[in-house]
């Protein structure tokens, strides 16, 4: 691992940040915690792991990427963008009327959206499904599923974690963004989920813990193959890289304002 590389993964993180806190603050509504905490597993996953062809979206061979937690899709588009999927100035017209970029994926509107998302809990259930038909296919391509550790109050869920430990899915990782808030408060308050760790080893997968903001951590687990499907719990700070939206679940729904735009920009612009 280059330490040039893991600065260049630094600096698209923080320029995907920029984008996000521009493209919200233009909408005037949207989703910055969850988005910004997510910033750096995105930036590794396109610029270093995945295997992908922006230019030829639909090739076969392509790795996936489930996007389940959809609300915070501000860090799909604005990632999709900067790896030339599309141009980047689409992004000014997220949640805007007949934009391409809804307030939640839809699959069938932009190049390099897999599936369309919004309901919480059902990400699991599509990405076990396309790493089946992979299996089945007898094909080389992987499945990446991102999660929310809210999302885990979900029954279905766990469902599909059943589901992809009976079929021994190695062509499944799921990253959990265990950034501890939801909507309505801390996820501790809302549903304590105790150990997702002890759950998910019951359930038969392999599990690793990492710090969600430490690309090097990133790295090292995410290209990881084992027999039985894999879960990432990454442990994130909600508004990551924005002072005054770190660790305030307040921030999960809420777009800036004009004077908060210019403030998070200013901060953002110091880390480059």
């Known amino acids: 691992m280059k330490t040039k590389n893991v600065q260049k993964l630094k600096q698209i993180a923080n320029q995907i940040r920029q984008d996000i806190i521009e493209m919200l603050y233009r909408a005037g509504s949207g989703h910055p915690a969850g988005a910004l905490g997510m910033a750096d597993i995105f930036a590794v996953l396109y610029f270093s792991v995945l295997s992908h062809t922006p230019e030829r979206p639909d090739n076969p061979n392509r790795d996936r990427v489930v996007l389940s937690n959809g609300h915070i899709c501000p860090v799909l588009y604005a990632t999709l963008a900067r790896a030339g999927y599309f141009p980047l100035v689409k992004l000014k017209t997220l949640r805007k009327i007949n934009s391409d970029l809804q307030g939640h994926p839809h699959n069938l509107d932009l190049p390099g959206v897999e599936t369309s998302s919004g309901p919480l809990g059902q990400g699991i259930s599509q990405a076990v499904g396309m790493a089946l038909a992979g299996k089945m296919d007898k094909a080389w391509h992987h499945i990446y599923c991102l999660t929310s550790d809210g999302e885990h109050n979900e029954g279905q869920l766990w469902e599909a974690v059943m589901?992809?430990?009976?079929?021994?899915?190695?062509?499944?990782?799921?990253?959990?963004?265990?950034?501890?808030?939801?909507?309505?408060?801390?996820?501790?308050?809302?549903?304590?989920?105790?150990?997702?760790?002890?759950?998910?080893?019951?359930?038969?997968?392999?599990?690793?813990?990492?710090?969600?903001?430490?690309?090097?951590?990133?790295?090292?687990?995410?290209?990881?193959?084992?027999?039985?499907?894999?879960?990432?719990?990454?442990?994130?700070?909600?508004?990551?890289?924005?002072?005054?939206?770190?660790?305030?679940?307040?921030?999960h729904g809420q777009a800036p304002d004009k004077d908060q735009t210019a403030e998070a920009l200013a901060e953002l612009k110091t880390k480059i």
């Open 163 to 251: 589901t992809a430990n009976k079929y021994k899915l190695n062509n499944l990782t799921v990253i959990v963004d265990y950034n501890r808030i939801q909507i309505d408060g801390f996820t501790k308050d809302i549903m304590p989920l105790a150990s997702l760790r002890n759950k998910y080893l019951a359930f038969g997968w392999e599990v690793k813990e990492v710090g969600g903001n430490n690309i090097r951590e990133l790295l090292r687990v995410l290209p990881l193959r084992k027999n039985k499907p894999l879960v990432i719990i990454a442990h994130t700070t909600p508004g990551q890289g924005v002072s005054f939206m770190e660790d305030k679940w307040q921030w």
